[in-house]
């Protein structure tokens, strides 16, 4: 392959792939072809107002959807943590798009180190028996 050749044949395939993408508006672009009866000075306002009523979303949060996932929960922060833990030693977090499934041994265990955690020293056997050491 020559010198001219090593030029001409990328600015051929850069010429063409740019007349390919300027074809006509982008689909799903065409909402944005609409004039407004409203002065910039209204759409200011009515944004400022929706901007303190909390309806507009700041960056990735919604504030409309966060408080639908607030959720309660019975456990203490150290079972929580405990628990945790427990996943994370047996492989069951989340890496990546894969979302591991607790086998319901796993899932005992994971309970049960809960459990542990919220009773200090005490061996937690079975199905809610304790043991105090």
């Not at 409309?64 to 996932?69: E, G, R, V």
């Not at 798009?97 to 796993?106: D, G, N, R």
Request: overall charge neutral; proline content about 4%.
């Amino acid at each position: 392959m020559n010198a001219s050749q090593r030029i001409l044949l990328p600015i051929a395939f850069a010429l063409t792939a740019g007349a390919a993408f300027a074809e006509g508006p982008i689909e799903g672009n065409e909402v944005f072809n609409f004039q407004s009866n409203l002065s910039r000075a209204e759409v200011q306002a009515q944004a400022a107002a929706a901007y303190r009523a909390d309806q507009i979303a700041r960056g990735e949060a919604n504030p409309a959807q966060a408080q639908a996932t607030v959720v309660a929960s019975g456990l203490t922060r150290a079972q929580v943590l405990a628990e945790a833990a427990e996943a994370r030693r047996l492989g069951l977090t989340v890496r990546g798009e894969l979302q591991p499934v607790a086998t319901p041994e796993q899932a005992e265990l994971i309970r049960l180190a809960g459990l542990r955690a919220v009773q200090g020293n005490a061996v937690v056997q079975g199905q809610g028996s304790v043991q105090v050491n």
